[in-house]
């Protein structure tokens, strides 16, 4: 329903005026109608692995971190739908990786039609110190929703499985109260 308002609510105008227009998935299957009507590009950005590959995953989390299960539900049918109506009338798709690249042809959109574009960082500004500092801890950031949806089970595992001395572990963002009792101080 807000991804519905949000489409309906954008000026005609404003499309009318752009020579190409972005959408991102599950937000952009009316905007994909309006803007082919107008004949314009229209992109979708997909942020994400095709849906029925990340609820087989999210299966896979589950089964292996049975305390992680809650927000689990499948997407619904109608999503799936807009969902295939954007692959469909997009002029590309860019997603930021092979992998979410190959999900989608898997479940039939046409690989011509995608673009990878990594997600990356300007290695002329940013490198690893040449000398690193011994006083200070190994620290690793994950900022996001701190959930199995983005892997933090897994993150977890990983993390002790490395037993690092001197290391620190920081989890930013968004968490439910029923996630927050599952990790370890």
Do not use: C
């Amino acid at each position: 329903k807000r991804n519905r308002i949000f489409q309906e609510r954008i000026p005609q105008r404003s499309l009318r005026e752009a020579q190409a227009v972005i959408g991102f998935d599950t937000s952009s299957w009316l905007l994909a109608e309006r803007v082919r009507n107008l004949e314009k590009p229209f992109f979708v950005d997909h942020s994400i692995s095709h849906p029925l590959t990340n609820h087989a995953v999210l299966q896979d989390v589950g089964e292996r971190f049975p305390n992680w299960r809650n927000g689990f539900e499948p997407r619904l049918p109608e999503l799936l739908e807009h969902e295939k109506k954007e692959h469909e009338m997009a002029t590309r798709i860019v997603v930021a990786s092979s992998f979410t690249k190959r999900t989608l042809v898997l479940h039939g959109v046409k690989a011509d039609k995608i673009l990878v574009n990594p997600y990356g960082v300007d290695l002329q500004s940013f490198y690893p110190s040449t000398s690193p500092k011994e006083t200070k801890p190994f620290r690793f950031l994950f900022l996001g929703s701190i959930s199995a949806r983005k892997g933090v089970p897994l993150l977890i595992e990983a993390w002790r499985s490395l037993s690092l001395t001197q290391s620190e572990l920081f989890l930013v963002g968004p968490i439910s109260s029923q996630t927050r009792k599952l990790i370890p101080d």
